[in-house]
């Protein structure tokens, strides 16, 4: 019976170890990487809620995934608004040039949040927006939650993440976006625009019963027996990252 990766779901080579999950080194340190920085979840009493997370192209920006199989042209923002109200939470990912025409179609009690990445590599001479919003409504305020609705995480190309596409968000800002919502294992999230599929991938190790039973303080996932390396070989001399984020001050709720 052939294994399949838990990262890439490629193949595991037959001469791996039995108990290994990854099909090579670079793999799993992504996973580990990946897993540790989405954490997960603490268990709450009471009716579990119906989440949504809709990253669609930005307004005028749909041409940059043509590409992409579900590719349908430019996004109309108030259909989708009307969409996640159906929703006990949701989150709307969109970008600082769009955010005052998307607003006026969002329900009263909508609330901005800030995701700030730094600055980036460009030839624009021009200053560039280094945050984007998240607008967000509904949920559950966590007991003895004190977080905030800001995070500082830079961002470089997720190149480790399987299926890439333009706009990936990184694990921790995944995360923060589960703590805006309130977010607990029992919920449900449907990704709207599932990309890559990284905030799937972060979701199911959010609320992943065996991390929460094995109160991994990071949400660091139990190390496999992928073949071990002097090096960890899957960040560049330059030492930057390749997994969605630089190492950078993180600010979210634990």
Not at 91 to 105: D, F, H, R, Y
Not at 208 to 226: C, K, L, M, V, W
């Amino acid at each position: 019976m052939t294994r399949l990766c838990a990262w890439c779901e490629n193949p595991i080579p037959a001469k791996a170890r039995r108990d290994a999950v990854c099909c090579s080194v670079r793999c799993r340190q992504a996973r580990h990487r990946f897993l540790r920085a989405a954490g997960y979840a603490e268990s709450v009493t009471g009716r579990s809620l119906r989440l949504a997370y809709a990253d669609p192209p930005y307004p005028g920006k749909a041409y940059l995934y043509q590409d992409h199989p579900d590719y349908a042209g430019e996004v109309d923002h108030a259909e989708l608004i009307e969409r996640l109200a159906a929703y006990d939470g949701w989150a709307l990912s969109t970008s600082a040039a769009a955010l005052p025409a998307v607003l006026t179609a969002c329900p009263p009690g909508a609330r901005v949040a800030a995701w700030h990445k730094g600055e980036r590599v460009t030839r624009s001479r021009y200053p560039l927006s280094a945050w984007e919003p998240v607008i967000y409504h509904g949920g559950r305020q966590l007991p003895g939650q004190h977080g905030a609705d800001s995070i500082a995480c830079g961002v470089t190309p997720v190149f480790t993440v399987p299926g890439h596409v333009i706009g990936a968000k990184p694990a921790a800002v995944c995360r923060w976006i589960f703590t805006l919502l309130g977010a607990a294992p029992g919920d449900t999230l449907d990704d709207l625009y599932p990309g890559s599929g990284a905030v799937s991938r972060a979701w199911a190790a959010y609320t992943s019963a065996e991390a929460s039973r094995h109160g991994y303080p990071s949400g660091q996932a139990p190390a496999d027996a992928s073949s071990p390396a002097a090096s960890d070989t899957s960040y560049p001399s330059s030492g930057a990252s390749h997994d969605g984020y630089v190492p950078l001050l993180l600010e979210f709720a634990p």
